[in-house]
């Protein structure tokens, strides 16, 4: 993907979403409290020292590999298209906790002026997370994300913030199928929890922050029991099969609300705002368009 560079912007940033906050489900660790900037970050950042923040997104093994549903489906995703636009990283200070339902306090703040779509699905199981944008940034600690999705402007999902294809196998029978969502979200982000600590930014340097989306949410996983609360609240992919013609998936949102039973779409417009994550980190969310 064609790497753009974004213009830099310092100043307030307000949270761009005041929603509903979603859990993971008992797969997802506790969010820790972020720990506070080196000092030596916030002195270069206030003498004007700068590095490159490496904005990522990534779907997971989920997306990449494969895997199956709650209902025992196996899905192989072929694209896996998200539409982001107006991604915001902020160094907040007192660190950003998006289930105090707190306001958002930015001493720096940089921009990805333009719409971004990525393609999730895209490179081979050992892949690094999608390269969405490289933006010149005050050198500090980044401890917060957010970002808008909303129907991309051009390309193979124009129209649409999400666009899933692919094909699904059980018991023999394979559907290919093409899910295509015009909902717009929001998402507010704090600290990325995981593995390893991103958005730690010294002078001249360079320091990853990823977008990180759940799709196992929608989908569950065959292989965690079926009470875990990740199955319990998805939809699986048996609503969406039921909706094939001549064994083919092809539906947007409309079709979807004309041919998902009323709790099944339900269910499906509550997950969409669980989508996105910064790692396990936790996010503020809000839905943009009226369902």
Request: glycine share 10%.
């Amino acid at each position: 993907m064609q790497r753009k560079t974004s213009k830099v912007a310092i100043g307030l940033l307000g949270a761009l979403a005041l929603g509903v906050l979603t859990g993971c489900g008992s797969e997802s660790p506790t969010a820790t409290a972020p720990e506070t900037a080196p000092a030596t970050a916030e002195t270069a950042s206030a003498e004007g020292e700068t590095g490159t923040l490496l904005i990522r997104a990534n779907g997971e093994d989920f997306v990449r590999q494969g895997f199956t549903t709650k209902d025992g489906w196996e899905i192989e995703f072929d694209n896996l298209y998200v539409s982001l636009a107006e991604i915001t990283a902020a160094q907040t200070d007192p660190p950003f906790d998006p289930e105090a339902g707190t306001e958002l306090q930015a001493k720096a703040e940089v921009k990805v002026e333009e719409a971004q779509v990525v393609d999730l699905a895209e490179g081979d199981d050992a892949a690094e997370p999608i390269m969405v944008s490289e933006v010149e940034a005050p050198a500090g600690r980044f401890n917060a994300l957010a970002w808008r999705m909303v129907p991309a402007p051009s390309g193979p999902s124009e129209g649409y913030s999400i666009w899933m294809q692919g094909t699904a196998t059980k018991a023999g029978e394979t559907v290919p199928f093409t899910v295509k969502v015009d909902e717009e979200l929001a998402f507010t982000c704090g600290d990325f929890v995981g593995d390893e600590r991103k958005g730690i930014l010294a002078a001249g340097d360079q320091a990853d922050m990823e977008a990180t989306f759940h799709f196992d949410h929608l989908f569950g996983d065959g292989e965690a029991a079926a009470d875990d609360g990740i199955n319990t609240g998805a939809l699986g992919f048996e609503p969406l099969a039921a909706l094939a013609e001549n064994g083919v998936v092809d539906v947007d949102s409309a079709a979807l609300q004309a041919g998902l039973s009323d709790a099944d779409y339900q269910t499906f417009l509550s997950i969409l705002p669980s989508l996105g994550h910064v790692g396990e980190g936790h996010c503020e969310e809000v839905t943009l368009t009226a369902s």
